[in-house]
């Protein structure tokens, strides 16, 4: 494992966001003074997941989305682990007024941004916190395995996970894949980010990016941290899916392992489920 990504999970969530509003408050004070009128865009300190181009990554998913994911501008849309808006300020540019837009997350700093910055210029954006236990964001909250979305059932036509998945386990994953069938509207579809273990990913694995603790159908990075890079057997998505009633449309493997970057939709693996 990589010595820095390692030192960062030592940290505690609190002292990783102090470290990195500390880190970045010259650039974000410069970027404060300099953005442009209109601009929507988080302070880097306060982004807390993710790296590279804040606006360019969104506008990237927006594309991936409606190309790849069916997201149409009438569309009612559920973002899982919305963040601090990285794809909520594209997706506003986007659907129409009288669709409906909800996003949760647990890391309240994300919400009260998004709330503050957004749900003003866009009343049919609403973000929710939702405390939930993850030893990588928060240590206190309701277990992920419990959680019912606070949604009715049938009320989307899109929704999607970036970066979530790759921090869940096993059950966790299936209780939300199981909550995102009850949301889903008949032929609704989620479009969910992965790492997906499969006999291609596991010939040509990046030895930069190694699973080696193996616990059947999902291994871990580090051991010590499960809620931080998970990696799903292809097969045990496959059957998993099968068994709830949700249909696997599309893989698009990323160049996290064996695929070529210049061929790759994203660094790590999409797939597109439909109800």
């Known amino acids: 494992m990589n010595f820095f990504r390692k030192l960062y999970y030592i940290l505690s969530p609190e002292m990783r966001l102090k470290a990195r509003q500390a880190y970045y408050a010259p650039t974000d004070l410069v970027s404060k003074m300099t953005r442009k ?3 929507i865009v ?7 997941t ?3 181009n804040f606006l360019k990554q969104g506008d990237n998913y927006l ?4 190309k790849y994911g069916g997201l149409r501008p009438h569309h009612h849309v559920l973002d899982i682990g919305s963040g601090i808006g990285r794809m909520a300020i594209p997706i506003a540019g986007y659907i129409e007024k009288t669709a ?3 996003g949760f997350d647990v890391m309240k700093v994300g919400v009260e941004w998004c709330q503050k910055n957004l749900t003003p210029l866009y009343p049919n954006f609403n973000f929710t916190h939702v405390p939930l236990k993850n030893d990588l964001y928060t240590k206190d909250g309701e277990a992920a395995e419990e959680f019912q979305f606070p949604y009715e059932a049938n009320a989307f036509d899109f929704c999607f996970l970036t970066s979530v998945f790759t921090h869940m386990t096993d059950k966790q994953v299936e ?13 609704g579809r989620c479009l969910a980010t992965f790492f997906i273990l499969n006999e291609a990913a596991k010939h040509d694995a990046n030895p930069e990016f190694q699973f080696p603790y193996d616990f059947g159908h999902y291994r871990l990075m580090d051991e010590k941290v499960t809620s931080a890079n998970v990696a799903y057997e292809q097969s045990y998505l496959e059957d998993f899916a099968n068994q709830i009633g949700l249909t696997i449309k599309d893989f698009h493997f990323g160049f996290w392992s064996h695929q070529r970057k210049a061929d790759a939709l994203d660094f790590q693996d999409i797939v597109v489920f439909e109800k």
């Open 100 to 102: 409906r837009y909800e």
């Open 63 to 66: 594309k991936i989305f409606i």
């Open 42 to 48: 988080p302070p880097k300190g306060l982004i807390f």
């Open 37 to 39: 009128k209109g601009q």
């Open 50 to 52: 993710g790296s590279g």
């Open 175 to 187: 209780n939300y894949l199981k909550e995102i069938k009850r949301v889903l509207k008949p032929k």
